[in-house]
């Protein structure tokens, strides 16, 4: 059985900073690309960032741009989100997701297979 667990959320002040995790297990993702969405009180869920299979190629939310990044540590099979300059409006739901198929990187919530019951992220100002 196929899960991915994220860990890492909690409550900062607005310029701080959190590393999410996201540990999978049941399967490897080391030929998979992954992600990262969130989803904010009384809105849809949005793409945050994705990494490549080989993690030589990323891809970020414009609004997330330049302060945070993504990660993988293969022998954990593991990804991680690192937020810096947290704002207030990075305040969601933060899950992590996983395809079991191909190698391109995806934006879509429809493209992903695999996800997280997510870890709460509070900024406050």
């Known amino acids: 059985q196929v899960q991915l667990v994220e860990s890492g959320g909690g409550s900062v002040q607005a310029g701080g900073s959190l590393r999410l995790s996201c540990a999978a297990s049941g399967r490897t993702f080391s030929n998979y690309p992954m992600g990262w969405f969130r989803q904010a009180p009384g809105k849809e869920r949005e793409f945050v960032a994705a990494?490549?299979?080989?993690?030589?190629?990323?891809y970020f939310a414009d609004s997330v741009k330049d302060r945070f990044t993504i990660s993988r540590v293969y022998a954990k099979n593991t990804v991680y989100l690192q937020m810096n300059s947290l704002k207030p409006e990075d305040t969601a739901v933060y899950h992590c997701a996983a395809v079991n198929y191909g190698s391109a990187l995806r934006l879509s919530n429809g493209a992903y297979d695999y996800w997280g019951q997510g870890t709460q992220v509070t900024v406050s100002s």
């Open positions: 990494i490549s299979a080989s993690g030589d190629m990323t």
